[in-house]
């Protein structure tokens, strides 16, 4: 029994995860498109220029924010018996050494902060790893991810107990 996850090419790739986010949200870029529009239809007053400021600057801060919890990301998940390990994405690269944990103490869990879904992937109440939705990852996704490794966890306890 072995439960194996490895990402995708493009999810590798770490522009490729932004612009799959780009893609699947397109409506949280429609400012952009408005701020284009003012930029092309000058002349400006004082108060257009203070406005066009203003959403330029929320805009940067808006990809700040996308560019940086699309850094660390899922990239290989593998549990062969109790033991699970974890291969995380930093930009396009994996993390020189593989997080290795015992399968009772590794927990997924579900939390949504502002109304977006987070997938924390716990070990003995320590996060190692937030999993936001940017790339592949969907709110569907992360619920079928949750319940493959639960069911993977409860195969390996009902083989122990007959085992046993």
């Known amino acids: 029994m072995q439960l194996n996850y490895n990402s995708t090419h493009s999810d590798q790739n770490y522009l490729g995860r932004v612009f799959l986010f780009v893609k699947r949200n397109y409506w949280i870029f429609l400012l952009d498109l408005i701020i284009v529009i003012f930029l092309i239809t000058p002349p400006y007053n004082l108060a257009e220029t203070k406005m066009l400021l203003f959403m330029i600057a929320v805009l940067f801060i808006r990809d700040i924010v996308i560019l940086r919890i699309s850094y660390k990301h899922l990239g290989k998940f593998t549990a062969k018996g109790n033991e699970v390990i974890i291969g995380i994405l930093n930009g396009s690269k994996f993390q ?15 939390r949504y902060i502002l109304g977006i879904p987070v997938l924390y992937i ?43």
């Not at 195969?155 to 107990?161: N, V």
Request: glycine fraction near 6%; avoid cysteine.
């Open 96 to 110: 020189d050494n593989d997080i290795v944990g015992w399968l009772p103490d590794i927990e997924l869990e579900i």
């Open 122 to 164: 716990l070990s003995s109440n320590e996060i190692l790893l937030k999993q936001y939705p940017i790339g592949i990852w969907t709110v569907d996704k992360m619920k079928e991810f949750s319940d493959s490794f639960y069911d993977y966890k409860k195969e390996q306890a009902l083989w122990k107990i007959y085992k046993g």
